[in-house]
């Protein structure tokens, strides 16, 4: 039996219609036949309990949508991830929101540690270069040095070599000849010195020469034989060349010779070795200094973050305890190496991008038109397509990071037109088209009865209500599309109990 309290309002609702028509004579009248339905409707009730009337639908033919509602946040399509680079304190970040050009400062981490570094791997460097430039020097005079020894034992060789081959050429044609010349001057002075010898002594007997006159020819005489003589043996040693005596002597000086010098080039060699060892120390100490320049640099770098090209600063938020979504980047924190901090993205190319149910996700295609209506503009609508879908399904997450037990796919939704209200962060909602189709029968899933093979729906007309099959289409949330069994204008019974079903 209905509820007591739907009669007295179907009661008052005829009151209502008709007190602005009547009069207050008649008021009473209607008033009483009102009460008199009352009666009668409730005696009608209690004769038949239980009894309802079924609620029915008509069947039109219109347009058939099925959609997939979800909730997404817009996204640039191209976008530029600026990441730490050290893991130092962050004491600069350009403001969110703000569009910055090509080359302007983004982030500052605090440098005091790499300046530092940086001095103290100059001074290193100025001081290696120091010592290899001494190193040089002392392994330059070494060397000369060296090289002026060695051409000294070089030049006793030559000398030596020189000797000994002269005496091998012995006798030598002019000396041979310069000593036959002198011989033959001895022998001529000797000569005219003993004629005199014949002739003075008469003279001096006589008393024509004085006897000093006569011993100083004696004297001469005598000088002249042993000049002869002298000239003789000269002649003599000349034409019989170098002797063997002569020779060896010659010989081990020049092995001498040799000996020194190969000495001397080996100490040359050990020694320059040394010295070219410590050049190459120093160098290998002014290379290792540099690369600590260079790094000291490097991370000086990297402690400024600087625009790579024109965009809008969108701070990032770093990955919280248990994939929970942990705050915006801030003055102060200390990011890890490679760390999102700011996002710059390209505002010509918008997306959207959300979780669809695995459910779900088959209705969905590359292409599948899609409404995008921004939370920031209600009643504004965009057009969209579903532009990329994740190849991997992972855990779904509520807004606050919670597992929902269900999983779900990235899916991406491009819009068609850009837009300067479409901005990187605001919430939308996609109503993703997964099918539609003109002049569609359809009715409400609580239409439906019957096993899934064999479906059915309760059509009233003429004062029955009876059974028919029916064949289904594409569903979705709420109707179904029937493609055999109805025409537009019936009346089909929803939610109809199966203890009154025929």
């Given at each position: 039996m209905p509820d007591k309290k739907r009669i007295v309002e179907i009661l008052n609702a005829?009151?209502?219609?008709?007190?602005?028509?009547?009069?207050?004579?008649?008021?009473?009248?209607?008033a009483v036949l009102v009460v008199l339905a009352g009666v009668a409707l409730t005696w009608h009730f209690r004769q038949a309990p239980g009894v309802e009337a079924p609620l029915l639908y008509e069947v039109k033919k219109g347009e058939f949508t099925v959609k997939i509602t979800e909730l997404?946040?817009?996204?640039?399509?191209?976008?530029?991830?600026?990441?730490?680079?050290?893991?130092?304190?962050v004491i600069y970040?350009?403001?969110?929101?703000?569009?910055?050009?090509?080359?302007?400062?983004?982030?500052?981490?605090?440098?005091?540690?790499?300046?530092?570094?940086?001095?103290?791997?100059?001074?290193?460097?100025?001081?290696?270069?120091?010592?290899?430039?001494?190193?040089?020097?002392?392994?330059?005079?070494?060397?000369?040095?060296l090289l002026a020894e060695v051409s000294r034992f070089d030049t006793e060789v030559r000398l030596a070599q020189l000797t000994l081959a002269e005496?091998?050429?012995?006798?030598l044609p002019d000396e041979l000849a310069k000593a036959e010349m002198e011989h033959e001057k001895a022998r001529a002075?000797?000569?005219?010195?003993?004629?005199?010898?014949?002739?003075?002594?008469?003279?001096?007997?006589?008393?024509?020469?004085?006897?000093?006159?006569?011993?100083?020819?004696?004297?001469?005489?005598?000088?002249?034989?042993?000049?002869?003589?002298?000239?003789?043996?000269?002649?003599?040693?000349?034409a019989a060349g170098a002797t063997a005596q002569e020779l060896e002597q010659a010989g081990i000086r020049l092995e001498q010779?040799?000996?020194?010098?190969?000495?001397?080039?080996?100490?040359?060699a050990s020694q320059l070795l040394s010295y070219r060892a410590a050049v190459?120390?120093?160098?290998?100490?002014?290379?290792?200094?540099?690369?600590?320049?260079?790094?000291?640099?490097?991370s000086l770098n990297r402690s400024i973050l600087s625009a790579p090209r024109d965009g809008l600063v969108v701070y990032a938020r770093a990955e919280g305890k248990e994939g929970k979504e942990a705050a915006k980047v801030q003055l102060g924190m200390i990011p890890f190496e490679g760390q999102p901090l700011i996002y710059l993205p390209d505002l010509g190319a918008m997306v959207v991008n959300c979780e669809i149910?695995?459910?779900?996700?088959?209705?969905?295609?590359?292409?599948?038109?899609?409404?995008?209506?921004?939370?920031?503009?209600?009643?504004?609508?965009?057009?969209?397509?579903?532009?990329?879908?994740?190849?991997?399904?992972?855990?779904?997450?509520?807004?606050?990071?919670?597992?929902?037990?269900?999983?779900?796919?990235?899916?991406?939704?491009?819009?068609?037109?850009?837009?300067?209200?479409?901005?990187?962060?605001?919430?939308a909602t996609l109503d993703i088209i997964a099918y539609r189709q003109k002049d569609a029968i359809s009715v409400p899933l609580s239409a439906i009865a019957g096993q899934k093979e064999q479906p059915l729906v309760y059509v009233s007309g003429k004062g029955k209500i009876a059974a028919r099959r029916v064949t289904l289409g594409p569903s979705g949330e709420q109707s179904v599309i029937v493609t055999d069994g109805l025409q537009p204008g019936e009346k089909v019974v929803l939610n109809y109990p199966a203890a009154r079903r025929p």
């Open positions: 005829l009151y209502a219609r008709f007190a602005d028509r009547l009069t207050a004579r008649r008021l009473t009248v209607v997404g946040e817009l996204d640039a399509l191209d976008s530029v991830t600026i990441s730490a680079r050290i893991d130092q304190p970040l350009a403001p969110e929101g703000a569009k910055v050009a090509k080359g302007d400062l983004l982030v500052r981490f605090d440098a005091a540690k790499y300046e530092v570094a940086l001095e103290d791997s100059n001074a290193a460097l100025q001081v290696a270069r120091a010592d290899q430039r001494k190193a040089e020097t002392d392994l330059e005079a070494q060397r000369q040095r005496l091998r050429k012995k006798p002075a000797f000569e005219n010195a003993r004629k005199k010898m014949e002739v003075l002594p008469g003279l001096a007997a006589k008393g024509f020469i004085t006897r000093d006159t006569l011993e100083k020819a004696e004297l001469d005489h005598l000088e002249a034989k042993a000049n002869l003589q002298v000239a003789e043996f000269n002649r003599k040693t000349v010779a040799k000996f020194d010098l190969q000495k001397a080039k080996e100490q040359m190459e120390r120093e160098r290998a100490n002014v290379e290792r200094a540099a690369k600590l320049v260079d790094k000291a640099t490097v149910s695995e459910f779900d996700i088959g209705k969905v295609k590359p292409g599948t038109p899609v409404e995008v209506r921004p939370e920031a503009y209600p009643g504004t609508v965009f057009a969209g397509t579903v532009f990329r879908i994740g190849n991997l399904a992972r855990m779904k997450r509520t807004p606050a990071g919670d597992a929902t037990g269900n999983k779900a796919f990235d899916v991406t939704v491009k819009i068609a037109q850009p837009d300067p209200r479409l901005k990187p962060g605001l919430t």
